[in-house]
T-cell receptor, first 111, second 118 residues
Framework: SQKIEQNSEALNIQEGKTATLTCNYT??????LQWYRQDPGRGPVFLLL?????KEKRKERLKVTFDTTLKQSLFHITASQPADSATYLC??????????FGTGTLLAVQP | GAVVSQHPSWVICKSGTSVKIECRSL??????MFWYRQFPKQSLMLMAT?????????EQGVEKDKFLINHASLTLSTLTVTSAHPEDSSFYIC??????????????FGAGSRLTVL
């Protein structure tokens, strides 16, 4: 069955450093991959989408890579800030089909 | 940008009662809305896909008579948890998608509804 794995343990980093979160998947060939941010007690918020034919996508301090050979996506936040502390979810999708979410990685940026 | 409003944000009810949660797309029309359930430190679990003007599509293992979904208009879907029990206590989140021309579902989520059944 399809499986998505994200770092199960919380990621603690120092303010100003680059945070790197990992999303690995098996038994799936997604057409695209998305990253969402979720704050406690709130719904997720869409951040970035990257398609299977794209290697990298950037948006301000965010960068996403997508390696369909390794079946992995990396999500980077450069110059991290305490306000970036949240849970980050990756989600896989195929055209016109439902998204499948990972369990998320909790990021804590220490001032 | 697309906004989805969900109400109530939290609700406490007695066991055996029914609770209705509303999900509205405020600035776009949504023929399809999605209802998720999330337990602490776990992933979003899709419960059902709500289709405007037709029956909802439920995921395997989700009781359709327990979780009633109505999608009567292009901007409103409701989830009713019938005869709620403590094990139904959870965080329920709805979402909708202004579908991209490429077919990719970029979801806009509501703020979620925390249900506690006593």
């Amino acid at each position: 069955s399809q499986k998505i794995e994200q770092n199960s343990e919380a990621l603690n980093i120092q303010e100003g450093k680059t945070a790197t979160l990992t999303c690995n998947y098996t038994n799936y060939s997604p057409a695209y991959l998305q990253w969402y941010r979720q704050d406690p007690g709130r719904g997720p918020v869409f951040l970035l989408l990257i398609r299977e034919n794209e290697k990298e996508k950037r948006k301000e301090r965010l960068k996403v890579t997508f390696d369909t050979t390794l079946k992995q996506s990396l999500f980077h936040i450069t110059a991290s800030q305490p306000a970036d502390s949240a849970t980050y979810l990756c989600a896989l999708g195929a055209l016109h089909s439902k998204l499948i979410f990972g369990t998320g990685t909790l990021l804590a940026v220490q001032p | 940008g697309a906004v989805v409003s969900q109400h109530p944000s939290w609700v406490i009810c007695k066991s055996g009662t029914s609770v209705k949660i509303e999900c509205r797309s405020l600035d776009f029309q949504a023929t399809t809305m999605f209802w998720y359930r999330q337990f602490p430190k776990q992933s979003l679990m899709l419960m059902a896909t709500s289709n405007e003007g037709s029956k909802a599509t439920y995921e395997q293992g989700v009781e359709k008579d327990k979780f009633l979904i109505n999608h009567a208009s292009l901007t409103l879907s409701t989830l009713t948890v019938t005869s709620a029990h403590p094990e139904d206590s959870s965080f329920y989140i709805c979402s909708a998608s202004p579908l991209m021309s490429s077919g990719a579902n970029v979801l806009t989520f509501g703020a979620g509804s925390r249900l506690t059944v006593l």
